[in-house]
């Protein structure tokens, strides 16, 4: 049954080279298994992939996020590692210095080399 069965998120890229460089070296992730068709990453004891598509960077919304227990240290690490956080103004959503404050978490969001909106998350 799937109540038993991990999730994994499929991440669209362009330019799979660009991609792979992006989430190995900029965000620090570990090629679990490549091929033609995927390149596949272990993130804290679960996988996501990215695949070839000319359709990268499309989505209007997050399409991974990863769970983290201090946000504020995260997001400086990341911004050490090159990584630009987005800005958001809507209602509902407002980040100051890229970090928005949620009733029920604290998020920050940053876009892949190939477009895609990606997150970091604290929950409250």
Wanted: glycine share 10%; no cysteine; net charge negative.
């Amino acid at each position: 049954m799937l109540t038993g069965a991990p999730a994994q998120a499929a991440i669209p890229a362009g330019d799979m080279e660009r991609a792979k460089r992006f989430y190995r070296d900029t965000l620090g992730l570990t090629i679990s298994r490549e091929g033609e068709d995927a390149v596949h990453f272990e993130s804290g004891g679960t996988q996501f992939f990215i695949y070839p598509t000319s359709n990268a960077g499309q989505a209007p919304h997050t399409l991974a996020a990863w769970l983290v227990a201090d946000l504020d240290a995260e997001v400086a690490d990341l911004r050490g590692r090159g990584v630009t956080f987005e800005e958001y103004d809507i209602p509902g959503l407002k980040t100051v210095n890229g970090i928005a404050e949620l009733p029920t978490m604290r998020g920050a969001w940053f876009k892949d080399s190939e477009g895609n909106i990606l997150a970091v998350s604290q929950p409250r």
